[in-house]
């Protein structure tokens, strides 16, 4: 029989009750780390945690400024889909698509821009997660071919940003068909020897990764990024156990052979420009009477940020 | 319900269980006068239910254990298959196959997937789930047709590709992207016919040519109508809703510009009768051969390339509201 009889206290509820006297959104949470961080300290720091080196996810416009020397050109702002199926689920894909384009101000989940990195003209398209989680149907499969068209006639690098789920459920097989589009231009870029380079954040998944995010000169992720073709979830349900920690992240894609560097964000501009450098865009011809020369500027790939 | 039949086909189902109580009986003229006439019942009530197939049931005759897959046609319409395995980088895959054979008199490269037919065949060919290694045999078997100048015939039928641990660690999206780079440049005239299931990346991995032939039963998804369902009403048993959404029948892809062609399948679906199936299968794909090897293969690579371009079209699938 104990003496003291043992009563839980209950736990203290959050003081939700009490209104903070701190306004909202001037101080963040870093996921990984729960380290508290200065709104402002974060933006400096290209939304990486200054502690732990987490990546926040960024959205295609930050991501633009973070790759291009100052102001850049939009190309197909205004490419709208129809909603060719009609599509509706729970709720009309009409409406989804319109809560979208009044969230993020885009018109659909990618924008592309003409801009310099450090100096050197380039085709960007940055993928915008928070547009219908950046799926691509119709009109991110025809803005990636047009940027990939262009890019061979200006004789310009293309650098694509995925930050996708994959195809558009809500546009059917058109979206499926996009990937083969995208890949059909890409096979042009390459025999026409222009650089394209994939940089791959969190998430790459499904039918982005399955085209054109895994076909670059260079695949470059973020560190820690999801990057994979079937979901997490459904490969636990096909093969019914648990996976293992770390499984498609960038870390385990580059240690198996699929992404050839990981690099964190603060670094990415550096290499990125190093990498256009070494590539080049000289037409064939000239490329091959420069054979045998030494190239001006040497790739330096340089060790990712210290995650300490 | 005998095993053959669907869920739809219920009232068939009925008339057969009454045909075989009628052959317990003993024979007779008035038993076989019977029996005729229900048979005829049978082909008449199936034809009623075929005319108007709703996509959900297209799904299941697309996915029907009989329905003729690659070996059903390899052994009808081509001749001295001679399959050719592995990638040489990791394993041969059982779920694609690739090989040699003549059609026609002419020599081919055949590629496809199998799902298999009995339990034994579909655990061996993973159901028609394909790994990394299918999409790059599928490749290295293509190339050797370009080499040698043949004409391509792809057989597209499978759920999806692998989703499982070591798809995703030998690079199953690496092999689909490559392939859909590389397909479009390989000189060598291909005809894609999707003859089940098209799965989505998993189909589309093999499926890019000069023509894309569907049989009328088949369907091609970006997503499976189950997984569509579950992700968007958060509800697996909403695949009926899904199928009707995502517009993945045959006469939907045609009007969507994703296909070329369909190809008409007998009365009741191919799987009632693989022969007649083969036999207008035969005839669209000689007729597509005969027209894509017609044309110089410059021609012919700008025709793939301006095909695959145009899906997704100005004014009808997305409009641009700068110039509306």
């Not at chain 1, 940055?126 to 991110?140: K, L, P, R, T």
């Not at chain 1, 240690?255 to 990415?268: F, P, Q, T």
């Not at chain 2, 034994?120 to 040698?148: D, Q, S, T």
């Amino acid at each position: 029989m104990p003496w003291f009889k043992k009563t839980r206290k209950p736990m203290a509820a959050p003081a939700g009750e009490k209104a903070s006297r701190v306004p909202e959104g001037l101080w963040v949470k870093c996921p990984d780390c729960a380290q508290i961080i200065y709104n402002k300290d974060l933006t400096t720091n290209l939304n990486v945690c200054p502690k732990c080196a987490h990546h926040f996810r960024i959205n295609a416009t930050e991501r633009l400024r973070m790759l291009l020397d100052g102001e850049w050109v939009e190309h197909d702002k205004d490419l709208v889909s129809t909603d060719p199926l009609k599509f509706t689920d729970t709720k009309p894909y009409k409406a989804r698509l319109k809560a979208s384009i009044e969230s993020t101000g885009l018109k659909d989940a990618i924008i592309v821009a003409s801009g310099a990195i450090d100096g050197q003209p380039a085709i960007v398209a940055s993928m915008e997660y928070g547009f219908i989680g950046g799926s691509m149907g119709v009109v991110v499969g025809e803005k990636i071919t047009r940027a990939i068209e262009r890019a061979i006639d200006l004789r310009q690098p293309v650098i694509i940003v995925s930050c996708s789920g994959g195809a558009r459920m809500m546009e059917g097989a058109l979206s499926l068909m996009q990937m083969a589009k995208i890949c059909g231009a890409l096979a042009r870029l390459d025999r026409a020897r222009l650089p394209y380079i994939s940089i791959l954040t969190d998430p790459t998944t499904g039918g982005v990764t399955a085209s054109f995010a895994m076909l670059g000169d260079l695949n470059i992720a973020e560190p820690k990024a999801l990057i994979g073709f079937a979901g997490p979830r459904v490969i636990e349900q096909t093969i019914r156990q648990t996976l293992p920690e770390g499984f498609q992240r960038s870390e385990f894609l580059m240690e198996k052979g699929m992404v050839d560097l990981v690099v964190d964000r603060r670094e990415m501009k550096a290499i990125v420009a190093n990498a256009l450098r070494f590539m080049g865009t000289a037409r064939p011809a000239a490329a091959a009477a420069m054979a045998g020369v030494e190239p001006a500027v040497p790739i330096v790939v340089t060790e990712p940020a210290s995650q300490a | 319900m005998p095993a053959e039949t669907l869920e739809f086909e219920e009232p068939i189902a009925v008339l057969l269980k009454e045909i075989d109580a009628l052959t317990l009986l003993p024979r007779t003229d008035a038993r076989d006068r019977e029996i005729e006439s229900l048979r005829r019942r049978i082909e008449s009530v199936r034809e009623e239910l075929y005319r108007s197939l709703t996509p959900w049931q297209r799904v299941l005759v697309s996915r029907h254990p009989n329905r003729p897959g690659l070996h059903d046609y390899l052994d009808r319409l081509f001749r001295g298959f001679a399959e050719v395995h592995g990638d040489r980088r990791f394993a041969d895959d059982h779920a694609i196959m690739a090989g040699f054979a003549e059609y026609r008199g002419q020599p081919v490269v055949v590629v496809g997937h199998v799902k298999g037919s009995d339990t034994k065949e579909k655990i061996f060919r993973n159901f028609g789930y394909a790994r990394p290694e299918g999409y790059r045999k599928a490749l290295r078997v293509m190339r050797i047709a370009e080499k040698f100048r043949r004409p391509i015939v792809v057989f597209v039928d499978t759920p999806a590709a692998y989703p499982g641990i070591e798809s995703e660690e030998r690079g199953v999206a690496e092999a689909i992207a490559v392939n859909l780079r590389e397909m479009m440049l390989i000189d060598a005239p291909i005809v894609v016919i999707v003859s089940g299931e098209g799965g989505s990346g998993g189909a589309l991995g093999i499926a890019v040519g000069d023509r894309v032939l569907m049989q009328e039963f088949a369907i091609y998804s970006v997503i499976p109508p189950e997984g569509c369902a579950a992700i968007l009403w958060r509800d697996a048993s909403k695949k009926v809703e899904a199928a009707d959404a995502l517009k993945l029948t045959a006469p939907d892809l045609l009007q969507a510009g994703a296909i070329d062609e369909i190809v008409r399948e007998p009365i009741g679906g191919a799987h009632t009768n693989a022969d007649a199936a083969a036999r207008l299968l035969d005839e669209a794909l000689a007729r597509a051969l005969t027209e894509i090897s017609a044309v110089d293969s410059e021609v012919r690579l700008e025709k793939r390339y301006a095909k695959f371009r145009a899906m997704g079209r100005v004014g009808i699938d997305f409009v641009d509201e700068s110039t509306a």
